[in-house]
């Protein structure tokens, strides 16, 4: 049988934080402080970064990599709001494209959940990764170090 064009997968990502969902939700709603948690990685230029951060609303993200594993090479990333319910969830459907072709596209949820000693959250995504891409668990991965950032913007 021939290897599938598309491989589809679903994972989930549980994070708890010693501050209120109202302090996570405000790292999503923030332009500032959401490009440091998810646009400023070492290794990439940010070219761009927009956000309209409502139901419907836009953001876009482009980057060149400065070195491994595409020097030189662009990057994107469009993400439209789906649903917004402020300090409790955010909804979004996104594509990631490398020099302009799209290699994925993904529904991801963060649910913010108040707990005795913050907030809990859980982050799933269900996505569609084309030929050559990353894949879910590169993906899973990156998400995992996102989160770990979003740790460090929250609680500092």
Same mark, same amino acid.
């Given at each position: 049988?021939?290897? =599938?064009?598309?491989?589809?997968?679903?994972?989930?990502?549980?994070?708890?934080?010693?501050?209120?969902?109202?302090?996570? /939700?405000?790292? /999503?709603?923030?332009?500032? *402080?959401?490009?440091?948690? #998810?646009?400023? %990685?070492?290794?990439?230029?940010?070219?761009?970064? &927009?956000?309209?951060?409502? =139901?419907? !609303?836009?953001?876009?993200?482009?980057?060149?990599?400065?070195?491994?594993?595409? =020097?030189?090479?662009?990057?994107?990333?469009?993400?439209?709001? &789906?649903?917004?319910? =402020? %300090?409790?969830?955010?909804?979004?459907?996104?594509?990631?494209?490398?020099?302009?072709?799209? /290699?994925?596209?993904?529904?991801?949820?963060?649910?913010?959940?108040?707990?005795?000693? !913050?907030?809990?959250?859980?982050?799933?995504? &269900?996505?569609?990764?084309?030929? !050559?891409?990353?894949?879910? *668990?590169?993906?899973?991965?990156?998400?995992?170090?996102? #989160?770990?950032?979003?740790? *460090?913007?929250?609680?500092?």
């Amino acid at each position: 049988m021939q290897q =599938p064009a598309v491989i589809h997968s679903t994972f989930v990502i549980e994070r708890s934080f010693s501050v209120t969902p109202e302090r996570v /939700f405000a790292a /999503f709603a923030d332009p500032a *402080k959401k490009r440091r948690w #998810i646009a400023e %990685n070492r290794g990439v230029t940010v070219e761009d970064f &927009q956000m309209d951060f409502r =139901p419907g !609303g836009r953001e876009t993200a482009r980057y060149r990599f400065l070195g491994e594993p595409f =020097p030189g090479k662009a990057f994107s990333n469009a993400t439209v709001y &789906q649903d917004i319910v =402020p %300090n409790r969830l955010i909804v979004i459907a996104y594509t990631m494209a490398l020099e302009g072709r799209v /290699f994925s596209s993904s529904q991801a949820t963060f649910e913010l959940l108040a707990s005795d000693t !913050g907030t809990d959250l859980v982050f799933t995504e &269900q996505g569609a990764y084309f030929e !050559g891409a990353d894949g879910p *668990k590169m993906r899973e991965d990156g998400w995992r170090l996102l #989160i770990g950032k979003l740790a *460090k913007e929250v609680e500092s």
